[in-house]
């Protein structure tokens, strides 16, 4: 018997047909394709790509086109996931037709009917010109090759998606880099990127370049001047995708840790100089001992000493009061941003329970615990919980505030933390990498984007 995956949310990527025609009540009505039949890459939230087959039969079976007539469209992928009867009403903004016609028993195609100005404004401006269906499914885990008719391709695939159950259409932006649709993803959910159902977006690359230190090794990241495509992040040997707001946000932290770290360390010099005059003028007093050399002029010459002494102590105590301040402020600051981001993410009735906890650590547990009632943190380490904390938060709502978020994260993940262990720095460095739902394998094949309600995952630092 296959293993099997159940209940797993898949995010695709589909298109509007041209022809929308808007009513006397500014209603908007225009056919799309929904799904399709067809072999799709898919990123999973550790980075790996598996290739997943949907067959003709599953995309066409009854049980599984009942759920898509008259199914909710959406403005964008809600960040909660699902939708329900619970918060419709906030995020549905029209409906999917009753018909369904199969396209050569390989596509999908419907009417969409969009009541909501807001959205019939975004369509008609071009703002959001494709659809992108969420879905339930469960994934039979058996490796295969399907012959597609239309193209005469051969195409291998690690799994076949089974019980194909629709749960909304949403209406997205023309899916590039850093643009798509984002969804907090579980652990074994992914979002389709590909064009139409069937072949890839070619991306336009950027040239600009730029330099920086990360964990004490030089980050290089090539087209940082890329428009809708992600930057490449090249950092201890690896290149990862990564859209240009997380590496500014990173970038802006790093500028800063290099700034103070330049301050003790001229602090740090300044010291080192005393000393060594010290150590001559002491070198001088043995030699006047030595020489029986006028009292006079010995005392005149360790009165020198103490003096100098006294400031090289003075310059110590202001170097170590300055350092102090400084990692206090940066804890605070942590702090602060910390608890802003788990705001932004916890439903309101959480937000007093914040106030309650003691440490940082406390206030990941509360947010991952919220967001995976399921999950068992007895007995788990500091990194393992802010692995779960950084997944969670890395992907931001589906609205403006994205580039905002973002930077937050990522201050919050490198703020001095006194007690990370090398292995924790590992950790966050990787990390760092898969922030986002934007994110492209280096290939530039695919990537994807999809979470549920209850099912979140992530990983990072304070």
Not at 381 to 400: H, V
Request: aromatic share 4%.
């Amino acid at each position: 018997m296959p293993n099997m995956i159940k209940n797993v949310m898949r995010y695709d990527e589909a298109k509007m047909i041209t022809g929308s025609v808007k009513d006397a009540f500014g209603f908007l009505t225009f056919p799309l394709v929904a799904s399709s039949a067809g072999v799709f890459p898919y990123i999973q939230p550790d980075g790996t790509i598996r290739r997943e087959f949907k067959p003709p039969e599953e995309l066409t079976d009854p049980e599984s086109l009942a759920t898509l007539r008259l199914a909710p469209m959406t403005n964008d992928h809600p960040a909660i996931g699902m939708i329900t009867s619970e918060n419709a009403k906030k995020y549905q903004v029209g409906s999917v037709g009753d018909k369904i016609d199969v396209e050569n028993s390989l596509r999908l195609v419907t009417m969409g009917k969009i009541t909501d100005s807001d959205t019939v404004n975004d369509i008609e401006s071009g703002a959001k010109t494709q659809i992108s269906p969420a879905y339930r499914v469960n994934l039979e885990m058996t490796p295969g090759i399907w012959y597609n008719p239309e193209t005469g391709e051969n195409l291998q695939y690690d799994a076949i998606q089974r019980n194909i159950r629709y749960n909304a259409i949403a209406v997205v932006k023309e899916a590039r880099e850093g643009d798509d649709v984002r969804i907090r993803l579980n652990a074994d959910d992914a979002r389709a990127y590909t064009s139409g159902g069937v072949r890839q977006k070619e991306m336009h690359k950027g040239d600009g370049q730029m330099k920086f230190k990360l964990l004490g090794k030089e980050v290089e990241v090539l087209n940082a001047d890329a428009v809708g495509e992600p930057s490449k992040m090249k950092f201890d040997g690896a290149e990862y995708p990564v859209h240009k707001n997380v590496v500014n946000a990173i970038k802006a932290v790093c500028d800063s840790h290099d700034e103070m770290s330049k301050t003790h360390d001229d602090m740090k010099k300044n010291m080192a100089d005393m000393t060594s005059h010290m150590d001559e003028m002491k070198g001088h007093i043995e030699a006047f001992k030595t020489n029986s050399v006028d009292k006079t002029k010995l005392a005149e010459l360790q009165e020198k000493l103490n003096a100098s002494e006294k400031a090289r102590k003075e310059q110590e105590e202001k170097a170590n009061s300055q350092a102090a301040k400084d990692k206090f402020n940066a804890e605070v600051k942590a702090r602060v941003e910390l608890l802003a981001l788990c705001k932004e993410i916890l439903p309101e009735a959480q937000h007093e329970k914040l106030n309650t906890c003691e440490t940082s650590i406390d206030m990941m547990k509360l947010v991952v615990l919220n967001s995976q009632p399921e999950a068992d943190l007895t007995g788990k380490g500091e990194d393992y919980i802010k692995g779960l904390f950084t997944g969670i938060a890395a992907a931001p709502d589906a609205d403006k505030t994205n580039g905002a978020q973002r930077r937050k994260i990522g201050a919050a993940i490198l703020a001095t933390d006194g007690n990370r262990t090398n292995d924790a720095q590992a950790i966050e460095a990787e990390e760092l990498s898969k922030i986002s739902d934007a994110w492209k394998e280096p290939s530039g094949r695919t990537r994807s984007d999809a979470r549920s309600a209850g099912e979140r995952n992530a990983v990072a630092g304070k």
